[in-house]
Every structure is written in structure tokens, then in C-alpha cells.
């Protein structure tokens, strides 16, 4: 047992490693894990710390298959590959779990009306559905209204809160961020895009730096190459720490069109399937711009806290592809013209500079 012991020290220090310090080199667990797959799995008591160590490597469908009673780790591969309903099928007695799953598909309603939330959890699903005053009304120290309403001075002298990162980010604020200067997301936003990419980690930043990577490429001119990065990149990544869904779903279609294709934009995948991935977000986006719904429709959605950015983006997207260039212009402005916090409470940089190339390319004033 204490070999066993020892062995899941080390697996719990390389995974932090892993996740914390930006690396991409996942050898060291691996070779951890194959040392439990030759010594150590008949022994239960290594399950658990083997089981999280796969999921650091991606293998996250040999988790479900090896790993029936770990209920921690399966939740989590369950999460990373989408699949938040069998989450809700196989775990109704997790309350946590289950709100946790309900919000991520866009059913923060739901998660209220089945369970008996304490004041923050349910305050963050009306931040999340854009009923700010509810939510304060509620809990008047959230620290997610806080952010949803820009009132940053909250944070002022707390320089261990949690949200500082965020804040730091959405407002530019460098005194803020030299804590976290290298981060992919910051070295992105800051124009530093090899860099970011050579910091990527496919655990938590690898989708965003690739998106970077790819945008940079086509605009100066690599089209092939830089669409041959996005399509080989798998839509469905439910393990990254940023939002990568809007540029995907939305952009990379588009990009498509420029490049030549006709069509693209309307055979988004999404809207014959998978409505529930991203907060639905995606679903409505393709809806919208296929022409399925109306604005106010798009604007009614669950989680409406972006909303009308989403649908600015959508519209510019759309008034591009109609050939309405001064429409895609006043809808571009309108989207940049929004505090980023407006947009998402996490950065989008990529989605940012999107949106500036197109609008130079359109020639704005």
C-alpha cells in the first residue's frame, strides 16, 4: 500500500503540473499510468488517481470503460466529451453535478426548478440568463454580478481573489496581469501569437492559441494552410478553459466562404444536432444565420447574458454574406463598440481581432 500511496503522490503532482504550468508535456503521466497498467490495476486503491490521470491524457472514453465505480473521473469524461445528459441520467443523486451539467447546456432554469439552490448558485444562473437584478437582489455580494455589471472597484485590494485574472483581462489592466503576463490568453490578446502558441497546453489552452494561430495565417495571405489547421481541430472540445465556441461555429464557416466555398455558413452542424452544447449558444447562432429564427427570438434564448453581442456578430456575419457591407460595418462597431465584459466574461481575443480585420478589410472609417 505504500508504494501504491507514493505512486499516487506523484500522479497528483504531475497532473498539477499539467494543468498550472502551462506545459504540454504529458510523458512523465503517461509513463506513470503504464506503470499502473503493468503493476498496479488489481489494486483499487490506485483506481482513482489512475482514472484522473487518463483524463489529463484525453482518454477520457477508456475512463468510462475501465472505470465504473469512479465516480469523480467518469463525471469528468463525461463533461470533456459532451455528454452532459448521460451525466443527468447516471448521477440524479449529485446535485452538483447534475446543476453543474444543466448549466453548461444552457438550462440554468431547469437546475433551479429541480433543486433547492443556495442564494449563489442560483444568482449565477441569472447572471448567466441576463436578469442582473434579480440576481443582486438575491445575493447582493456576488462576485459574478459584480463582473456581469462591470463593477470592478469590488475586487480593488484583493489581490488573491480569484477573479482578479478576469478583471485584469476584460479592462487591459497590466498591473493586474503581470502575474499572469504568459499566459496563452493574455500573450494572444497582447499580439504575441507565436508565443502563445508555443506556451499552448491541449488540456486547457490548445483550441484558442490553434484559432490564433490559424486566424494570423489567413489574414496574411495562407488561406489553405490556415483552414487546414481550423478543420483539422475537433469542433466538439469540451476540455479548454477558454471560450473558443463564437470563432468555430460562427467565423470558421465564413472564412470558408471567403476563401471560396459557397454555402458553408448554412450547413453548420449544429443545428441538426447537439443543441445543448455551449449553452446552446452555437444552436442559436446557425438558427440565425440559416435564417430560422428572428432576432427577437435569438435575443429570448436561455442564457441571454451575451446575447446581444452574439446577435451583432451573427448579423455582421450574415450582412457580409448578403453583400450589405455598410450593415456588416454598423453591426461589427456595435460589437466592438461593447465593454468586453458586455460580450463574454471571459476574453475572446481571437473573436476580437476577428472582428477588427474585418472591419479594416471592409474599410471603416
Known amino acids: ?18 494543468l498550472y504550468s502551462h506545459s504540454d ?10 506503470v499502473y497498467d503493468r503493476l498496479f490495476a488489481q489494486d483499487h486503491l490506485a483506481d482513482r488517481s489512475a482514472a484522473l490521470g487518463m483524463v489529463l491524457l ?14 469523480e473521473p467518469r463525471q469528468r469524461a ?48 441569472l447572471v448567466l440568463a441576463g436578469r442582473l437584478d434579480e440576481a443582486q437582489a438575491l445575493d447582493p455580494q456576488n462576485q459574478w454580478v459584480f463582473l456581469a455589471q462591470g463593477r470592478f472597484e469590488e475586487f480593488a485590494g484583493k489581490p488573491g481573489h480569484e477573479m482578479l485574472r478576469r478583471v485584469g483581462l476584460l479592462v487591459r489592466d497590466q498591473t493586474i496581469l503581470d502575474r499572469w503576463k504568459d499566459e496563452p490568453i493574455n500573450l494572444i490578446d497582447a499580439g504575441r501569437i507565436d508565443a502563445a502558441f508555443e506556451q499552448r497546453n491541449r488540456f486547457g489552452h490548445e483550441v484558442v492559441c490553434l484559432q490564433a494561430k490559424a486566424l494570423d495565417q489567413f489574414i496574411h495571405g495562407a488561406r489553405a494552410d490556415a483552414l ?22 460562427v467565423a470558421v464557416p465564413f472564412l470558408h466562404e471567403l476563401a471560396g466555398e ?28 440559416a435564417g430560422e429564427i ?7 434564448q436561455p442564457h441571454a447574458l451575451h446575447a446581444p453581442a452574439q446577435l451583432a456578430f451573427c448579423q455582421a456575419i450574415r450582412a457580409e454574406r448578403e453583400g450589405r457591407r455598410t450593415d456588416a460595418v454598423r ?35
Open 294 to 300: 428572428s432576432a427577437a427570438e435569438f435575443l429570448a
Open 78 to 125: 463525461l463533461q470533456y466529451l459532451g455528454r452532459d445528459e448521460q451525466i443527468l441520467r447516471e448521477y440524479p443523486d449529485d446535485q452538483d453535478a447534475c446543476v453543474a451539467a444543466l448549466v453548461r447546456m444552457g438550462r440554468s432554469e431547469d437546475a433551479a426548478r429541480r433543486y433547492a439552490l443556495p442564494p449563489s448558485a442560483r444568482a449565477f444562473g
Open 25 to 34: 508535456d504529458t510523458s512523465g503521466l503517461a509513463e506513470y499510468i503504464a
Open 331 to 365: 453591426s461589427y462597431q456595435e460589437f466592438l463598440d461593447l465593454p468586453r465584459w458586455r460580450r463574454n466574461l471571459d476574453l475572446e481575443p481571437v473573436v476580437e481581432r476577428f472582428v477588427r480585420w474585418r472591419l479594416q478589410e471592409l474599410g471603416a472609417p
Open 262 to 289: 459557397s454555402a458553408v455558413v448554412q450547413r453548420s452542424e449544429v443545428i441538426a444536432g447537439r443543441r445543448f452544447d455551449f449553452e446552446q449558444h452555437p444552436w442559436y447562432c446557425a438558427r440565425f444565420l
Open 58 to 71: 484525453l482518454r477520457f472514453q477508456e475512463v468510462l470503460d475501465r472505470f465504473p465505480r469512479q465516480r
Open 228 to 249: 487546414g489547421r481550423l478543420d483539422a481541430c475537433d469542433p466538439l472540445v469540451f476540455h479548454q478553459y477558454d471560450p473558443i465556441w463564437m470563432f468555430h461555429f
Open 1 to 18: 500500500k505504500r508504494v501504491v500511496l507514493q505512486w499516487s503522490t506523484a500522479v497528483g503532482n504531475l497532473r498539477y503540473d499539467i
